[in-house]
């Protein structure tokens, strides 16, 4: 199972960008999805999830800017990015709870798509 992230860049603040994140290779069924991000010397942290059924979950930081979604088809997750500040910087990583073909879950992580946002 690999998450393959894209969609990182440089863009200014007040801008946007939009991470995709795609799910691939043999698995019976993907459950939460999510985007975290880092910062040299801090904690990965969350910045929005979601669940199969659509319900969403966001870090206090982003909500009103940033809009988490998914594809179930595709077994795709998106988060776009509005109104960006210098303080998004970060490396994004997705995240998934998937379910193998062994019917065990576990944790799968992308491998992280840098943000930089310009002030």
């Known amino acids: 199972v690999q998450l393959q992230a894209s969609g990182g860049g440089l863009v200014q603040a007040g801008g946007s960008l939009r991470l995709s994140c795609a799910a691939s290779?043999?698995?019976?069924?993907?459950?939460?999805m999510g985007w975290y991000r880092q910062t040299p010397g801090i904690q990965r942290e969350l910045v929005a999830s979601?669940?199969?059924?659509?319900?969403?979950n966001y870090a206090d930081s982003v909500k009103g800017r940033f809009a988490i979604s998914r594809d179930n088809a595709a077994d795709t997750v998106y988060l776009q990015m509005n109104s960006l500040k210098p303080e998004d910087t970060a490396v994004y990583f997705c995240?998934?709870?998937?379910?193998?073909?062994?019917?065990?879950?576990?944790?799968?992580w992308g491998q992280g798509t840098l943000v930089t946002v310009s002030s």
């Open positions: 979601v669940l199969n059924g659509g319900r969403t």
């Open positions: 995240k998934a709870y998937i379910r193998g073909t062994t019917m065990t879950w576990d944790y799968y």
């Open positions: 290779g043999s698995f019976v069924s993907v459950a939460t």
